[in-house]
């Protein structure tokens, strides 16, 4: 693996998972929505906030492989021909979207129509962006092992699998915040918030009406999960179990689909797939192979039967499956960029 | 003065528009020499490393049995290879910031004030045109010497061989002249890019597409 891949690698692991994550929350709240909104906007909306910081990241980290940062609003200029100039600008307008999005969701701003609308053009613009940064590689006629239909799959699988593990995982980070919360008003409920939506008393040296709001917030966002709350917590686990496992299941099918095809093709295609063995192949292989047997078996029967009281193995286990999944696609991605071998000279 | 051709040419004319210019290639002169090589970094003042032309030196080869003779048939031919200002650059195509450029005379350039150094280009250009050039963070090739032919000179390269075999000119004129062979391995597949190149083959050339050969000097190209 080569050093300088590492901000590309990090790159478009990155937004291929932020993307996957908010399309993974618009599919649960669509398929949700005949339950009650504030049940399902509690267990998603958490989520939400995690995807800014990871999508900012990747956009930074790209900046890396620039060598000349000050030229760099140049890079739009070649929309009408290069994918690279494409998948800057899907990138920015999903970020910028996305961002927009998560502030009315935050302060509640903005009619709902407004921001389901908003919301169904971010996640246009992050398919866009996944699509492009496939292209991007696709394009290249003369890299055969980019040159291939396994780029964009392997792409989007990453961005499916990564994106509900990432909902897994914040829910049920979400959930253990919850509980433990719930835990401390029991053993004090002078604590408690009688009403989750009742107005939070101002704290001495508080900031100003945004930092009350901002506060009051988190408050009703930690605030302890109800019975129906962990109940659709516990069916979206399963969802996400059944999703993320055929996406693993996806990727290693596509593998040895790809590798004979790269066999059958001219001396750089066959250089390149020399790269897929060795130790950091076969890592990949197992970490994913491991991801979707967790998520297949333990974590959707152990989401049936488990109680919010003792949820803490099911929250470990889902982000075990999420840190195998990571490393695994970061693996896998850094062979993409190590089996690049172009024809001629 | 004796009547050698396009050597002698008049101190006009060599960046005309439309005149689509490009390299011919003696293949069956080179010996590998790597004067023009020379010859361009030295004009160009080019850092260690960046190379706007390279000699790849191509060889393969087998051996028949007839009796208890056994008969070698080995082979090794020179390409030398600079940028052919192609007709379809896919430098350009990619580029996000179109820094790849075309002069009117269908030379392919580098627009120093829009490049970001991403280094995609390099990636696409199956003839290793485009190179990083790590002092400036920007990417460089051949321009085909615009400088010296604004002057009524010739390139460098074309200028330094001492087979005399390469030469430039109008892509038009050195088909008339030469033929329209492009694809001799170890170059790829001429239909990608639409070379403006014209190759004297060696004896031993193979095409692209039947190369049974490799490159044996990978590390200096």
Redesign the interface.
């Known amino acids: 693996m080569n050093l300088h891949d590492v901000p590309m690698v990090l790159f478009t692991v990155v937004t291929q998972m932020s993307v996957g994550t908010f399309i993974a929350l618009g599919v649960i709240q669509l398929l949700a929505r005949h339950r009650d909104l504030t049940t399902t906007e509690r267990v998603i909306s958490p989520v939400l906030y995690a995807v800014g910081p990871a999508l900012v990241f990747g956009l930074a980290v790209s900046m890396l492989h620039m060598n000349d940062v000050t030229h760099v609003f140049n890079v739009i200029r070649h929309w009408d021909s290069s994918w690279l100039s494409r998948e800057i600008l899907f990138g920015v307008a999903f970020g910028a979207f996305g961002f927009g999005f998560a502030l009315l969701e935050w302060f509640g701003a903005g009619s709902r129509a407004l921001r389901q609308t908003i919301a169904i053009v971010t996640a246009v613009l992050g398919i866009g962006l996944v699509w492009s940064q496939a292209m991007v590689y696709y394009s290249l006629v003369t890299v055969p092992a980019w040159h291939t239909w396994a780029v964009p799959v392997q792409f989007f699988t990453t961005t499916v699998l990564l994106g509900v593990l990432a909902v897994g995982g914040a829910m049920m980070v979400t959930a253990q915040v919850r509980a433990k919360r719930a835990a401390a008003d029991l053993a004090d409920p002078s604590e408690a918030p009688s009403d989750v939506a009742a107005p939070p008393e101002q704290p001495a040296g508080s900031g100003g009406g945004l930092a009350v709001l901002v506060r009051s917030r988190i408050r009703e966002i930690n605030a302890p999960s109800t019975g129906a709350e962990w109940t659709l917590t516990a069916r979206v686990l399963k969802g996400i179990a059944v999703v993320g496992s055929v996406a693993a299941i996806t990727i290693l099918v596509v593998y040895p689909l790809y590798l004979g095809q790269l066999g059958q093709g001219d001396a750089a295609a066959q250089t390149s797939a020399a790269v897929f063995s060795g130790t950091m192949f076969w890592l990949r292989l197992v970490l994913t192979g491991l991801t979707a047997v967790l998520l297949g078996f333990f974590v959707y029967r152990m989401a049936e039967s488990t109680m919010p009281t003792r949820s803490r193995l099911l929250a470990d286990l889902v982000l075990l499956c999420l840190l195998l999944a990571v490393v695994g696609e970061l693996l896998g991605r850094a062979l993409h960029y190590s089996a690049m071998t172009r024809v001629g000279m | 003065m004796p009547t050698q051709k396009s050597h002698e040419t008049p101190a006009v004319g060599l960046t005309e528009s439309d005149a689509d210019y490009g390299f011919f290639f003696d293949q069956s002169q080179c010996t590998g020499c790597k004067a023009c090589q020379v010859a361009c970094i030295d004009k160009h003042d080019l850092p260690l490393g960046v190379m706007w032309r390279?000699v790849?030196e191509y060889s393969g080869g087998s051996w028949s049995q007839s009796g208890n003779t056994v008969m070698p048939n080995v082979f090794t031919y020179y390409?030398s290879?600079a940028c052919n200002h192609c007709e379809d650059p896919?430098c350009?195509?990619?580029?996000?910031?179109?820094?790849m450029s075309q002069r009117p005379d269908g030379t392919v350039y580098v627009e120093n004030?829009?490049?970001?150094?991403?280094?995609?280009c390099e990636?696409?250009?199956?003839?290793?045109a485009p190179q990083?050039n790590?002092e400036?963070?920007?990417m460089t090739k051949c321009d085909l010497c615009f400088d010296y032919r604004s002057e009524g000179l010739e390139p460098a390269c074309v200028a330094a061989c001492p087979s005399r075999a390469l030469d430039w000119g109008p892509i038009d004129e050195l088909r008339a002249e030469h033929g329209d062979e492009d694809g001799i391995a170890?170059?790829?597949?001429p239909s990608?890019t639409k070379p403006h190149l014209v190759i004297e083959p060696h004896r031993d050339a193979q095409q692209w597409d039947h190369?049974t050969g490799?490159?044996a000097n990978p590390e200096e190209?």
């Open positions: 390279r790849a390409t290879m896919i350009m195509k990619v580029c996000p910031t179109t820094a004030d829009k490049c970001v150094g991403c280094r995609y990636w696409a250009c199956p003839y290793s990083f790590a400036t963070g920007h170890p170059l790829p597949d990608i190369a490799h490159i190209i």
